[in-house]
């Protein structure tokens, strides 16, 4: 059903939001983009399970199937460049995080690395 389907995208969002979180955030402009889709599809998925649960879609004249099949949709399209841009976070954890610096510390630590590959799935 529908509203299982905006159910498990609240659960999945919410953890991918709390993953990225609780990292330092080495590259804000790629995660930045993981954290606004995450959000933001998480704030429309609410939004649209108010209005199937409270039983606005019987009030508005809309295709609510093509409404659903676009919005998921472009949540795939988002999500999939979210995990792009995750995945490449994560795949650069080796290189140090200042090139002039002395100090050789990684751009993502042992215990981030684990967090951003559990992000990225």
């Not at 529908?2 to 498990?8: D, I, M, N, P, R």
């Not at 919410?14 to 889709?37: C, E, H, K, N, Y």
């Not at 995750?86 to 967090?115: G, V």
């Amino acid at each position: 059903s529908s509203s299982s389907v905006f159910l498990s995208l609240q659960l999945f969002g919410t953890i991918v939001w709390i993953l990225v979180a609780s990292t330092r955030v080495p590259l804000p402009l790629l995660q930045g983009w993981v954290m606004f889709v995450a959000v933001t599809a998480w704030f429309l998925s609410i939004v649209f399970l108010c209005v199937f649960l409270f039983g606005y879609a019987n009030r508005i004249a809309v295709n609510w199937n093509q409404t659903d099949f676009l919005f998921h949709g472009a949540t795939f399209v988002f999500y999939f460049g979210a995990f792009l841009l995750q995945a490449a976070t994560t795949s650069l954890h080796h290189f140090p995080r200042k090139f002039n610096s002395t100090m050789q510390e990684k751009i993502l630590a042992d215990h981030e690395y684990n967090i951003s590959i559990a992000a990225s799935v």
